[in-house]
């Protein structure tokens, strides 16, 4: 059997080479989604240690155990069921679903709004954002403006292409609680005199009728919610106003496809665990500290963000479910861009830089092109294959160079290979299949959280730097200099005060 300390002196390449079939052991498909994970580190009995692990995390109960609504966010005592959102069986999730087809029958019928500005940050911002780029008609007349920053710049750039009056303002907030969704809320009234069309999307209807807005144009969604998983939610209240109630709901089936075959596929051809057992393979076995999610599509351009916060978010973990520190890495740093951009960027680390960064490659058939999949399936290729000192000492002197200067030059030009990637080819972006490959990286997530007995629901982490700005915002408005902080945040805050 080959184990993890030979494989890392073996050649893909080679593997190709003498297995025909390796693409057919090594891919699987559902729905209009094809995973091609052969151009990988592993071999079949890879694969077999790799689902004995997860067997031996006790996976298949910990899947029943979300899916049936179990407090598995054990920290904060709730459920992570934002799959129920997507199940149609839950009668409040379906009153939720019939008021939002109302309302946006209602707005995209009488034509009388021209834009509408989300107000939100994280997951109230970054799911409706990402849908609404890779599912927007480019002939619709309707707009969609997404405020999250508190840079007065990037308020006023949206807030001057605005007439008020053919506008609408959704406030999308779990607890309307959240400094710069407020800050936003206020700065936009103090701008706008008349009276504005405002809807808030809140697990906290209370507070919304206390900022003004009308019941009717109160969307609810639950504690059982994440931010970060909210966009099946009425959170996804702009993505239908853009896209229509109906491909919202195909947005949704498509996710529910998905949590089916999640949660009833044996792990050996599982979709979302097959890629979490990988990324635990590079993370743990490898020390590969980042993955690349790279789209050769525009509208997925901002797939890659919007993965970083359900990654990062969930699995950046330090201690296990017990409150023991972890001896292993968890959650990687996960970053990428649009492929084609990408090539003429940071490409060149990851075929000869020192780092080992697995790469999702991530195409869409219909309405792509032939340079577009080409270059995406060559870099594949290239950083699999790579090119070894023979190969290019005999390329250049084939070329008529000198064999002195050859000899010189090749080293600068050999390419390591052996770099892994998977492909993840969708048939076409519509929003069903959309709703699976998001469907697809929530479950990966989830996984590997439970690989590594963790919680990937909770981010304490993120509430520090929250309690920490109320005191520094008190003694930023000060006229006097600062001395309670360490001598760098006192310094900080003093060049502030005087250059303001």
């Not at 709730?78 to 959102?85: E, I, N, V, Y």
């Not at 019939?98 to 029958?105: G, I, L, T, Y």
């Not at 809140?202 to 931010?227: C, M, Q, R, Y």
């Not at 790469?359 to 294959?385: H, R, T």
Request: glycine share 6%; proline share 4%; hydrophobic share 40%.
């Amino acid at each position: 059997m080959k184990t993890f300390n030979t494989l890392q002196d073996e050649r893909m390449s080679d593997w190709f080479k003498e297995d025909p079939k390796r693409f057919e052991k090594f891919s699987l498909t559902v729905g209009d989604i094809l995973l091609d994970y052969s151009k990988n580190l592993i071999t079949e009995e890879s694969i077999e240690q790799l689902v004995d692990l997860a067997n031996d995390s006790d996976l298949k109960n910990k899947m029943n155990a979300l899916f049936s609504g179990e407090k598995i966010n054990f920290t904060e005592e709730r459920a992570a069921l934002h799959t129920a959102l997507r199940d149609d069986k839950n009668p409040d999730i379906t009153a939720t679903l019939q008021k939002m087809e109302k309302f946006v029958h209602k707005i995209r019928e009488e034509k009388e709004i021209t834009d509408i500005i989300n107000i939100g940050i994280g997951g109230s911002h970054l799911g409706p954002e990402m849908v609404i780029q890779a599912l927007r008609d480019p002939k619709s007349s309707l707009r969609c403006h997404f405020i999250s920053n508190v840079d007065n710049t990037h308020i006023d750039e949206v807030l001057n292409q605005l007439n008020p009056d053919t506008s609408l303002f959704i406030i999308s907030s779990k607890t309307l609680s959240t400094l710069e969704t407020l800050s936003n809320i206020k700065k936009i009234r103090e701008r706008f005199t008349q009276k504005l069309n405002f809807v808030a999307v809140t697990a906290n209807p209370k507070k919304a009728l206390e900022i003004g807005v009308s019941e009717d144009h109160i969307f609810p969604f639950w504690d059982f919610v994440g931010g970060r998983y909210s966009v099946w939610s009425a959170v996804g209240l702009p993505v239908a106003l853009m896209i229509g109630m109906d491909k919202f709901l195909e947005f949704l089936k498509g996710a529910n496809a998905m949590d089916q075959h999640f949660h009833t596929a044996p792990f050996k051809r599982n979709m979302p665990v097959i890629l979490a057992l990988l990324g635990i393979w590079y993370i743990n076995r490898f020390d590969a500290t980042t993955q690349a999610i790279i789209p050769y599509s525009d509208r997925l351009n901002l797939l890659p963000m919007y993965l970083q916060q359900a990654d990062m978010e969930s699995n950046g973990k330090t201690v296990d479910r017990e409150g023991n520190t972890l001896q292993t890495a968890t959650g990687p740093i996960l970053w990428g861009a649009q492929g084609i951009n990408g090539q003429h960027a940071f490409y060149q680390l990851l075929h000869q830089g020192s780092h080992l960064v697995p790469i999702d490659f991530i195409l869409v058939a219909e309405g792509s092109n032939d340079i577009l999949v080409g270059s995406a399936l060559s870099q594949a290729q290239a950083l699999m294959e790579g090119k070894s000192y023979d190969d290019v000492l005999a390329e250049l002197m084939a070329s008529g160079m000198p064999e002195e200067k050859a000899k010189q030059l090749a080293p600068h030009k050999v390419i390591p290979g052996n770099k892994p990637s998977n492909i993840i080819f969708l048939k076409a972006l519509t929003p069903f299949n959309l709703g699976a490959l998001i469907a697809l990286y929530e479950h990966k997530i989830f996984v590997q959280g439970m690989i590594w007995n963790i919680n990937p629901y909770d981010q304490w982490g993120v509430e520090l730097g929250k309690q920490l700005l109320t005191p520094i915002l008190k003694e930023l408005t000060t006229t006097t200099s600062t001395t309670q902080y360490d001598s760098s945040t006192n310094g900080l805050i003093n060049f502030y005060k005087k250059n303001t």
